[in-house]
């Protein structure tokens, strides 16, 4: 199976901050990553798809970026609404595999 | 608008199967864009992946868990089903359904569409 890795576990941002999450693959997994993001107590909610592109009605703060093993998911301007666990999944190859996500906690 | 929503027993004894149901609203489960998926997390931990249908009843499952696994499909109601045989603790989990599209062949897809999940606990 491929092995989802993100970085940081959490982290603490203030309300107009910028925050990037990583992810990385355990081998190349092409462009084939999504991103989502999950509020306590709720169903995750898919925010990027093959790496770049941006789910219709997701906001543009939000943007991901990366290819091969290393990848990226920016929030500019973080928002009160954007406090919440993201995880990274790869859809290159069976099973799929997410990573173990990261929480992003106001500061 | 589309739904999806689980149901089923939130308690099952060790050794037991567990069972639920995610019914389908707002599109036809026929539809040959999707495949239609279960994932499970445990408390306070990440996601898994256990295994998707799609409409004809052709099925992928999680390796880890192939041999305990069974996802069928019923199309007059909507409606796909999960069932998880010789269940431990380790099974404790919140069970989504999910929608999955593919956007390019054999590799490429997402989950854009989620039930709200359902908590089933293994205890006796």
């Known amino acids: 199976d491929i092995q989802m890795t993100q970085s940081p576990s959490s982290l603490s941002a203030y309300v107009g901050d910028r925050v990037t999450i990583t992810c990385r693959a355990s081998?190349?997994?092409?462009?084939?990553l999504n991103w989502y993001q999950q509020k306590p107590g709720k169903a995750p909610k898919l925010l990027v798809y093959?790496?770049?592109s941006l789910q219709s009605g997701v906001p543009s703060r939000f943007s991901g970026s990366g290819s091969g093993t290393d990848f990226t998911l920016t929030i500019s301007n973080l928002q009160p609404a954007d406090f919440a666990t993201y995880y990274c999944?790869?859809?290159?190859?069976?099973?799929?595999?997410f990573g173990q996500g990261t929480k992003v906690e106001i500061k | 608008q589309l739904q999806l929503q689980e149901s089923g027993p939130g308690l099952v004894k060790p050794s037991e199967a567990l069972s639920l149901t995610c019914t389908v609203s707002?599109?036809?489960?026929?539809?040959?864009?999707?495949?239609w998926g279960w994932i499970r997390q445990p408390p306070g931990k990440g996601l898994e992946w256990i295994g998707i249908?799609?409409?004809?009843?052709?099925?992928?499952?999680n390796p880890s868990l192939k041999s305990r696994v069974t996802i069928s499909v019923d199309t007059s109601k909507n409606q796909f089903s999960l069932k998880l045989s010789s269940v431990t603790a380790a099974d404790t989990a919140v069970y989504y359904c999910?929608?999955?599209?593919?956007?390019?062949f054999g590799s490429g897809f997402y989950d854009d569409s989620w039930g709200q999940g359902a908590l089933v606990i293994v205890s006796s």
């Open positions: 249908i799609y409409y004809s009843g052709s099925t992928y499952y």
């Open positions: 999944q790869q859809s290159y190859s069976a099973p799929d595999t």
């Open positions: 081998q190349t997994i092409n462009s084939y």
């Open positions: 999910a929608r999955r599209k593919y956007y390019d």
């Open positions: 707002g599109v036809s489960i026929n539809n040959n864009n999707f495949y």
């Open positions: 093959g790496a770049s």
